[in-house]
C-alpha cells in the first residue's frame, strides 16, 4: 500500500521536477516560481469546473491556461533580462514567488478552495486484496502517460529535437537560422504546463490555496538535484525515490519525512556530487 501510496506521490513530483529540468536545461535558469505554476494549476482547474462542471476539462484547461502564461512571462519578462546579469531572471522569479501568492490571497482570500474528486474517481479499486484510492492510481497512470509522451516528442519530434539541440549549443541552432527564441517560449512554457499539471491533479487532495507551491518548490529541486540537473531520466528516477521516502518516513516518523528527503540527497550528493544521472560538467 505505501509503495504504491509513494507512487503516487513521486509521480507529482516527476510532473515538477521534468518541468524544472526543461526550463533549467534550455534556458540556464533557475525557475524559483516554479511553485507559484504549481499553485495556478490548482486555482485554473477550480476556476475551470466551477465554470464548465467538468474536472476533464478543467484538467487539461489548467496546463494550456498556464503554459499560455509562462509563455507570456518568459517573453515580456525573462526575455529582456537573458543578455544581463545571469542572477537577474533567478532574482525575478524569486520575485514572482513572493509576491504572485500575495496577489492570489487579495483575489481568492485566505481559505483554499476544495476541488471534488470527478465521480469516476472516487472510491477506491482492490489492487489484489488491497484497496487502493481511484485517483492516486489515476495520477500514477496519467504521470507514466504524459511522461511518455513527453520523452517521444523530444525524441521523435521536428521541435523536440530542435528543443534538444538548442539545449547542447543555442547558437549553432540559431546560425542555423532557426528561431532560437521562439524554442525557448515553447520549452518554457511545456515546463511550467507540467507543473500547472502538477497542482490541478494534486488539488482534490490537499485544495487550492496561495501558499501551497513553497514547499513544493524546494521539494521539486530536491528531486532536480537528486537526479541530476537537466536530465529527465534523474526527474523521473529523484521522483520516484522521494515518493518512497516520504511515503515509508510518514508511516514511521510523520514528523520526520520532509526532513528525510534532505536526508536522501545529501547521502546522494556525497557519493555522486553531480546527482544520479547528472553530467559531470556544464558550459
Known amino acids: 500500500m505505501h509503495v504504491l501510496l509513494g507512487l503516487a506521490l513521486g509521480a507529482i513530483y516527476i510532473l515538477l521536477a521534468a518541468g524544472l529540468t526543461i526550463v533549467y536545461g534550455l534556458l540556464d535558469v533557475v525557475n524559483f516560481a516554479h511553485g507559484v505554476f504549481y499553485m495556478l494549476g490548482a486555482y485554473a482547474v477550480f476556476l475551470v469546473i466551477s465554470l464548465t462542471g467538468s474536472f476533464w476539462i478543467g484538467l487539461a484547461s489548467a496546463a494550456i491556461i498556464t503554459g499560455l502564461i509562462g509563455a507570456l512571462a518568459e517573453v515580456f519578462l525573462l526575455r529582456p533580462l537573458y543578455e544581463k546579469h545571469q542572477l537577474y531572471p533567478l532574482l525575478l522569479t524569486f520575485g514572482f514567488s513572493v509576491a504572485v501568492p500575495d496577489l492570489m490571497k487579495v483575489v481568492f482570500g485566505l ?3 476544495t476541488v471534488d474528486y470527478p465521480e469516476a474517481l472516487s472510491g477506491f479499486i482492490l489492487l489484489g486484496n488491497i484497496p ?8 500514477i497512470v496519467l504521470t507514466a502517460v504524459v511522461m511518455t509522451s513527453l520523452w517521444l516528442f523530444l525524441k521523435k519530434s521536428d521541435l523536440g529535437m530542435v528543443m534538444r539541440a538548442a ?9 542555423l537560422g532557426i528561431d532560437v527564441a521562439r524554442i525557448w517560449t515553447v520549452g518554457f512554457s511545456i515546463g511550467v504546463g ?3 499539471l502538477g497542482g490541478a491533479v494534486a488539488a482534490p487532495m490537499v485544495s487550492a490555496s496561495p501558499d501551497m507551491g513553497v514547499d513544493i518548490t524546494v521539494e521539486s529541486f530536491v528531486v532536480v538535484v ?3 540537473l537537466g ?3 534523474g526527474a523521473v528516477t529523484g521522483g520516484l525515490i522521494i515518493g518512497q521516502v516520504v511515503s515509508f518516513v510518514s508511516l514511521f516518523a510523520g514528523q520526520y519525512s520532509k526532513v528525510a528527503i534532505f536526508i536522501v540527497m545529501f547521502i546522494v550528493l556525497l557519493v555522486r556530487p553531480r546527482g544520479l544521472f547528472g553530467e ?3 558550459h
Open 226 to 228: 537528486l537526479g541530476g
Open 111 to 113: 481559505i483554499g478552495k
Open 231 to 233: 536530465s529527465l531520466a
Open 132 to 139: 487502493f484510492p481511484k485517483y492516486r492510481l489515476f495520477i
Open 194 to 196: 507540467l507543473a500547472a
Open 280 to 282: 559531470a560538467g556544464r
Open 167 to 175: 539545449t547542447l549549443n543555442s547558437r549553432m541552432v540559431e546560425a
